[in-house]
Structure formats: structure tokens, C-alpha cells
């Protein structure tokens, strides 16, 4: 069985003219209807760094929840933030449109990272305040009764000279283990990671912590990604991010963008080796019209 996240948030910023709300709505409504485990929506970030997503609220109070039962996931990188996602759906919230559910987030999504400069670049954070802002995003998560979902970039290599290796990681994911977070994606974010390199970080992590759900956030060039699958798959890797049309890329990475390891790149993997996806790959396509029109 394999969980499939999919995160259109992270193709909607990788694209720099302004995409109508609306258009979004309908894109992250067909990415429900096809089934995925759950859709990363929006983020709560400042508007000046990420101006595509500042129409987040907007975005989820349009989404239409009938019928799915995909989780819905927002990205947050502070206390503010978060408060502003866990209050979607309240009575405080703009009423739903005649018919429509109100969309309730389910999980807020946290950036850490192995990389102490990285952290600098993408939160403008420390480690250690880093660490706080998780604890922070704990108590809110826990009142309001929602998931935290902390990943962590970095976690295949280091372009920035900062220490690296498998071990570095397992403390990481030992650190979040002990808070209690049972979901942590590992991400490469540059789309320069060897299938070794993969294979040998997730066995590490997954013999040490075998009640976790890692996951991958892979970027990855085209045609690349079989033997990138295929080695966190082997490792036991069960959950994977994807985007529609493989769009997108962190903007605070690196001076270009490496795009998201593409949704039909994994169902082609699933199909090749016989593995139950669960996506309705009819309105997949829709999905994947809709987003084309945006670029």
C-alpha cells in the first residue's frame, strides 16, 4: 500500500504570475475527487517572500470537501500562521457556499531541516529557534486537534559546507520522534541525490524508528526519478509527494528550481511494479489541464 501527498502548494509557487483564486480552487478540488491520501492546499507565509499565496484563506474557504476524503495540509512556519490555519473552519470563518462543506485543515506542515545554513535561507531561524517554533506548533496542534507534520530538508546532502551525513539525519528524525510526531518526510529539494544515497539514509532511520512514517519530498529532473523511487521503496518507504506535471520548486534552495517528482512519474513506478495506487487517473488528467493552463 502506498500514501500519496499530493502538493500543489509547492507548484503554485514555483510559478511567478499570480494564479486567479479560483482557478486554484478548481485544480485542488479535482486533486480530492482523484483519491490522493492528502493535498497540501496552501501556506501561511509572508506574503512579500511566497505573493502566490496569499490568497491561502480564500483557497480553502472555496474548497469543496464533499466526497473526499482526502486531508487537507497547509504550510506554516510560525505560531501566527498556524493560528490562522487551525481557525479555517471555525465560526469565525466566512460561511461555505450553498452546497459546499467548509474546509477544515487536518495537518499543518513544518519546514526543518539538517541544514543550519539552509534554515537561515528559507525561515530566516536557528536551529534552536527552529526547535521552539516546532514546540509552539505542538501546543497549537494539540488544542485544536490537529496533525503536525515536520519534514526535513537536507536530508540526502549539503551544497552549503554544513556537516552532513546518515547519522546527522537519524538524529534529527530522533529528535522529532521524541516529541512524538510520527510522520516525517525526508526531502531533497536540489534534485542531486544519488539512489544510494537515498537507500542508505531511509534504512538507517527506518531500522531506528520503525514506528514512523517517513515519507519523500523529492525534486528530481526528468527521467531520473525511477531509480530515486525505487530505492526509498526498497528501503520501505511508503509515503510520496508529488506534484501533477512534476511543477514547482523551493525558491529559497538555490538560484534555479529543480521541479517536484512528477504524480504520473510515481503511478507509472506503482504500475511497473504492480503496486495499488487508489488515484483516478481520468481526473488526474483533468487536474493536470487545469494546471497546464496556468504556465
Not at 535561507?121 to 497549537?140: D, H
Request: overall charge neutral.
Amino acid at each position: 500500500m502506498i500514501t500519496i501527498v499530493e502538493t500543489p502548494r509547492d507548484a503554485f509557487q514555483g510559478i511567478k504570475q499570480f494564479i486567479p483564486t479560483e482557478r486554484k480552487i478548481r485544480i485542488i478540488d479535482l486533486m480530492m475527487k482523484a483519491g490522493f491520501d492528502t493535498v497540501e492546499a496552501g501556506s501561511y507565509v509572508s506574503e512579500k517572500v511566497i505573493p502566490q499565496m496569499a490568497d491561502t484563506t480564500q483557497v480553502l474557504r472555496g474548497l469543496d470537501k464533499k466526497n473526499s476524503r482526502s486531508r487537507v495540509m497547509v504550510l506554516v512556519v510560525n505560531k501566527r500562521g498556524a493560528m490562522r490555519a487551525v481557525r479555517q473552519g471555525t465560526q469565525n470563518c466566512h460561511p461555505p457556499a450553498e452546497n459546499r462543506e467548509q474546509v477544515v485543515v487536518d495537518d499543518l506542515l513544518f519546514p526543518f531541516s539538517t541544514s543550519p545554513t539552509f534554515l537561515k535561507r528559507n525561515l530566516n531561524s536557528t536551529v534552536e529557534k527552529a526547535k521552539a517554533t516546532i514546540g509552539e506548533l505542538l501546543g497549537i496542534c494539540d488544542l485544536y486537534k490537529k496533525r503536525l507534520i515536520v519534514y526535513l530538508s537536507m536530508s540526502f546532502g549539503n551544497p552549503y559546507g554544513d556537516p552532513w551525513d546518515p547519522g546527522i539525519v537519524e538524529e534529527y528524525a530522533g529528535f522529532l520522534h521524541g516529541l512524538g510526531l510520527k510522520v516525517i518526510p525526508l526531502s531533497d529539494i536540489l534534485g542531486e541525490v544519488a539512489p544510494a544515497t537515498v537507500h542508505d539514509v531511509y534504512s538507517r532511520v527506518t531500522r531506528s524508528f520503525p514506528d514512523v512514517e517517513f515519507g519523500f519530498h523529492l525534486h528530481s529532473m526528468p527521467g531520473h526519478e525511477y531509480e530515486l523511487i525505487d530505492a526509498a521503496w526498497q528501503a520501505g518507504v511508503r509515503r510520496f509527494d508529488t506534484v501533477t506535471g512534476g511543477f514547482g520548486g523551493c525558491p529559497m534552495a538555490h538560484d534555479y528550481m529543480v521541479g517536484n517528482l512528477n504524480t504520473f512519474a510515481l503511478v507509472d513506478y506503482c504500475e511497473k511494479n504492480g503496486i495499488a495506487h487508489g488515484l483516478d487517473l481520468e481526473v488526474l488528467r483533468q487536474a493536470a489541464r487545469e494546471i497546464s493552463k496556468t504556465i
